[in-house]
């Protein structure tokens, strides 16, 4: 058997790694520079590779091809190869394969990196063989083929999903489903809707869908769809299925072997969004049997993740937040929803297809100007245009900050909660929040 790969990023490379390790014939091909890093693993276990081309005939003729997550299926060479009946897998399918260990899986449109970290801190501080895989950690196929680990905690995206058929989670984690990524998907919200469910395929009665009750999606999707696994819902306010809950202020989680309890006062991450995804790490490793006190003692300590909600620092007394990791509308909503000052919003990047309908009502009343930040704000100013008094465009993160200190008066908070990919003039998100805090620190 011959396996191609396209993209010599993480999960390509890893996935090479294990490819070769089960013995194939292995060939990876990205249409970018590879990174030096990623070029050392592939000569280290003698990996066939190429850099700034594909070779259509080397691809073509492969059993089975494994792509990155970022290249869509209206790509050229997917439709060929779909067209001639080649199999195109995802990283994470193909990892699945090769171990026995127990799977964690966390999707949802906000809140995936939070909660897979959360479950990943509650495990590692509980004592068990974890490891840390999907959007986040390392390369599953490369721990897969390197480690030896009892559990993983995996984030999954739509497109990882989209690449997955024989995959299970052993226990899958849905937070919420907002419009995301559909110029991906036709856009046609019911097309990303699949995608997420696709989380819960496989399943079976011994295994656990851990979700947000009250997501109008999520409830509209289970009343279709006839999911094996045991449920465990969770809300704010309980139901006689909800299995996490709050009451008097309260965090209780009750599953068939437990029954937790811990003032909301001590969680670490605060906030109403925060709150569920506490509610849905809890869950997870109740399942898994981590002992009370553990939980409670992660749930306490967890220190956030980076880009997310993140302080950078006070300057003459206003807060500057990074939220770079809000690539979507929804993101931002939670973002402006915690704000307790005037805000000053830097928006902007690489239009997924956004109804900023969704944020305007908090807009009005948390913003008090906003900052565009991208190579094209149409959309933005057709949008906000004379709602805001305040408008500026710029093309770069130092004039987004300067902008920002110019327009922010003492007691304000400047958040960078964009609402859009990052690719316009940027590396990625965490390129966009790092650049952001620089510019912070050295007003």
Known sequence: MRIAILGGGESGVGAAVLAKKQGFEVFLSDLSEIKPQYKTMLDKYEIQ??????????ILNATEVIKSPGIPDKAPLIKKLHAQGTPVISEIEFAG??????????????????????VYHILKNAGLNVGLAGNVGNSLALQVATEKFDYYVVELSSFQLDGMTGFKADIAILLNITPDHLDRYDYNFQNYVDSKFRITQNQTGEDAFIFWENDPVIKAELAKRNIQSAMYPFAIERTEKTKAFIEKNELIIKTLKNLFTMPTTELALQGLHNTYNSMAAGLAASIVDVKKDAIRQSLQDFQGVEHRLEYVATVRNVRYINDSKATNVNSCWYALQSMKTPTVLILGGTDKGNDYSEIEELVREKVTGLIFMGLDNSALHKFFDGKVEKIVDVQSMEDAVNAAYNMATAGDTVLLSPCCASFDLFENYEDRGRQFKNCVRNL
């Not at 590779?49 to 080397?58: N, P, R």
């Not at 171990?99 to 970290?117: H, L, P």
């Open 97 to 118: 394969r090769y171990t026995n260990a127990k799977m964690i899986c966390i999707t949802g449109s906000n809140g995936k990196t939070t909660t897979t970290m959360l």
């Open 49 to 58: 590779w190429e850099e700034k081309q594909h070779t259509e005939e080397k």
